[in-house]
């Protein structure tokens, strides 16, 4: 079998395709007809589009001939350069740091808290479903709880998080303009920047700082090295605004899926077994990251594709988790898929996503929470969705639902059951991935 080339120029169909639209219902038929094609096509841009998922998986772990992001082509003063676009060896050192608070041995030391923000959160939104007849369910419960876990994490108080949530939205928006997508991200919002460098400054003038995120990067050292102020500024920024966007977008795009056909919700009230599998069936079906960009800095072959040093590419995680060489029904929604976690949702290699584990938590905990105390979730009648206008993103910005709340007592039983079952939970059925 001869190695796949890139593709020769695009059909008119498939041309109409912007890897830069996330909000296209038709970009996962352009993506199809594109991997008929060959593992890879050049875009309007310019840049080398991936679009199968062998490829896409090789790429990413190709870690010593890729560096940067979208607005970083990797030519960032360090210091301004966010953890996803450090290269080797560095990155794997400061990776270190964000592992102490993201994986599994401290990320489940937050899930009771995330358990009772929930809870909290959901009443409210019950109230107004009571009250209105629907509710903005992004807006109640799926958008303010990543803030929250953010601001646990960090150790910052917990008053600040919808500002939290509206720092990470302008920040986004801003890194969206042209002029703008190249500077750093710590030069973006200077109210966000402000609010965080006294919290750096509170630690540092501290006689006992609190065993925090934030605490944990400025007293470590890489390479025989302290991190410089502007950088923890720069990889806190970072960790806010990733851990907001994406897990907002995982919990909505998972909560619209439940409510677009409600026999889906049945089945998972019928059989809890199947909440991993919804939530990793969830992050194949409706990408939270649609694409990752990236530089090469050496020459090499992708899936038979030559990339060549200087070479600008797209990695379509959109559409590698859409691929019918990996996936039967690729296009459908289904709660009982084989082999779940076999997506790149969270990227792949030595640089997956460190939350990875911390944004499955906070899904597990607010489906079980919907399950206990929603008895049916339906989309209100009149509802379009209606999408995060982030272009590397997929998610609803807003989110109307009708919510039928579960018996009181049944809701009460449940919630205990839940917190007998957690306490049984073993740390066997952990993955690698997970402990990255």
Known sequence: MSSPQIAAPVEPAAAEVDPFDSSSENRYAAFAQLRTQGTAAKVESGQTFFVRQEAVLQGLRSVDHFVGSFGDVGQSKEEDTLLAAIPEPRHGKIRKLFNSALAYNHASQVEPFVRRYSNDRLEESLAVCRQRGEVEIMETFARRTPSAVIAEVLGIPNDRIDEFARWSDEILQRQSQTDALNAPIADLHPEFTAYLESCIDERLGAATPPNDMITRLLRAEVDGERLSHRAVLTQTIFLIVAGNETTRNLLGNLIYRLAEDPARYAALRANRALIANAIEESLRFDSPV????????????????????????LY????????????DAPDVFRLDRPRPRDHVAFGAGPHVCPGAFLARMEAKVTLETLLDRVQRIELA?????????????????????????ADATNARDATNGRTSERGAESASNRTSEDRA
């Open 290 to 313: 649609q694409l990752l960009a990236r530089t090469c800095t050496g020459a090499i072959d992708v899936d038979g594709v030559p990339v060549e040093k200087g070479d600008r590419v």
């Open 316 to 327: 379509s995680l959109a559409s590698a988790n859409r691929d019918e060489r990996c996936f």
């Open 381 to 405: 009648p009149d509802y379009v969705f209606d999408p995060n206008p982030v272009f590397w993103a997929l998610g609803p910005r807003t989110l109307r639902v009708r919510l039928v709340p």
